[in-house]
């Protein structure tokens, strides 16, 4: 769903301070609406970046001369064009924390006709990315022309690999081999253009002093790591370290956004402020807030089916929290620690379907409270939730209820949310799901089953999908 003027959300012209990732603000500025030949998309709420970031939030008066933001995009071809940031927004409410400074007149430039779709959200991850971009010199590379110059061997001091000059993605050693032991040629990443994702699996072997030379490394998954990480003088944005062993992770001030799978959440972790301006994923079906991140304000607890409220609770900060159930029931327990998160202003929650209307505490409780986005949930509790908190400040979307009767026939169901985005479609891909399981137990339940009618049922399984995507 997206908001339209008609219905009283914000004013054409309205301009907002946004705390950015890792700290300081950008802005935002609320654009014309929409002007389609759809019916459903005419009237759409707009909105697009000034040029602007500061370390202090500005007042209304200091943005006077700001203009729109532009910035530089890379064609498929190698080539650039300059884009205006304004997009249609996919969103119900801007969050809670973006702060509405006052009106000012619209930039020269602003078109009512677009064809591009963001969220609130991606703005303000956009100004940062570009900022950070800026500051590093890597917000443009010069462009690539000739066939000859499209392609560059990659040489990490094993066998060299040819590929894309503007390869964003890549996966050592798995798409470059590396020598079997000793330091790495890292400097054989220097043949490629623009900012990376890099992966690497084991011990440093050289990693952590390459990327402080190297900020156009951005992003890091670092697999099985030794028991000591150290990146402080890194310039990654974005790390997520996947361990099976507790540990030591000593980061970068720069750092925003750190990601932990398995035991690495177990480690203790050195970041500044304690994680103040980290954003915190932990993944894992028993979650653990790593020691040394108190102070941290955004959380996002993945991949359990059960979490007591304690956990999130020890974080007294805690501005944002986003708990996304991927196993069963999907609950929450002992949900009366969640008042001590007096500054929780938004509370995230996906595929809760063992949640109960009384589970949440009152909005009494939580005076921050502004947002409560659940997507996933029974639909015999929606009603009860919007009137627990009916005559508060809260804003709620509910979205994915589902009835008893079909959680029970998909709950363990990997396809189940398809039917969010087409109930139809979903629901018959729900059902070929469940026959290509049916067949393969009944395989099971005579003994051990051939490889070739395990096969066969996938290619039925497979079929079925792409008929019932052609139908739909």
């Known amino acids: 769903m997206v908001r339209k003027r008609s219905e009283g959300f914000l004013a054409v012209g309205d301009v907002a301070a946004m705390p950015l990732p890792g700290g300081g603000f950008g802005v935002c500025q609320v654009g014309p609406d929409l002007v389609s030949e759809t019916a459903s998309e005419a009237g759409l709420l707009t909105a697009y970046t000034l040029e602007w970031v500061s370390a202090a939030m500005p007042a209304l008066d200091d943005l006077a001369a700001a ?35 006052g009106n000012q007149p619209l930039r020269p430039g602003i078109s009512a006709t677009l064809h591009s779709y963001a969220g609130w ?8 990315f570009r900022n950070r971009a800026r500051e590093l010199g890597l917000s443009r590379v010069e462009p690539i022309s000739g066939d000859a110059d499209t392609t560059v061997m990659v040489d990490l001091g094993a066998e060299p690999v040819r590929m894309s000059r503007r390869q964003h993605r890549l996966d050592v050693p798995g798409d470059v081999g590396v020598p079997p032991d000793g330091l790495v040629r890292w400097e054989g990443l220097d043949v490629l253009s623009g900012q990376r994702v890099l992966s690497w699996k ?3 072997r050289g990693l952590a002093a390459a990327l402080e030379s190297r900020p156009s490394v951005q992003e890091l998954h670092w697999h099985d790591p030794p028991t000591v990480v150290d990146l402080r003088g890194t310039q990654l944005r974005e790390l997520h370290v996947d361990s099976n062993h507790m540990g030591r992770i000593l980061l970068s001030s720069r750092l925003w956004d750190l990601h932990l799978v398995g035991d690495a959440c177990r480690s203790a972790v050195q970041a500044h402020r304690d994680g103040a301006l980290l954003e915190l994923t932990v993944h894992g079906s028993l979650p653990v807030i790593p020691l040394g991140l108190k102070s941290t304000r955004r959380l996002r607890l993945q991949g359990l089916g059960e979490l007591d409220a304690a956990t999130p609770a020890s974080l007294g900060g805690l501005e944002v929290l986003e708990i996304h159930f991927s196993g069963v029931p999907g609950r929450i327990t002992n949900a009366g620690q969640l008042t ?32 409560l986005h659940i997507t996933g949930l029974r639909s015999s509790v929606a009603a009860g939730l919007k009137a627990r908190f009916r005559k508060s400040s809260v804003e ?11 959680i029970a026939a998909n709950l363990t169901n990997p396809l189940r949310d398809w ?44 079929e079925d999908l792409n008929r019932i995507d052609k139908r739909y």
């Open 396 to 406: 709620i979307t509910l979205r994915g209820a589902k009835s008893d009767l079909w």
């Open 202 to 204: 084991g011990p440093d």
């Open 419 to 462: 039917a969010d985005d087409e109930p139809k479609f979903g629901a018959q891909a729900c059902k070929a799901y469940a026959t290509a399981l049916k067949d393969v137990e009944r395989l099971r339940a005579n003994g051990k089953p051939a490889v070739t009618d395990v096969r066969d049922v996938l290619h039925k399984f497979v």
């Open 121 to 128: 959200e991606s703005l303000r991850y956009g100004v940062a």
């Open 340 to 371: 001590r998160l007096q500054q929780l202003h938004t509370l995230v929650l996906r595929d809760a379907y063992g949640l109960e209307a009384d589970d949440l505490p009152e909005a009494v409780h939580w005076p921050a409270l502004r947002r």
């Open 67 to 101: 203009g729109v933001e532009t910035y530089q995009q890379q064609r498929w071809d190698g080539s650039w064009k300059t884009v205006l940031s304004h997009d249609v927004i996919c969103e119900d409410h801007p969050p809670a924390d973006f702060v509405w400074l």
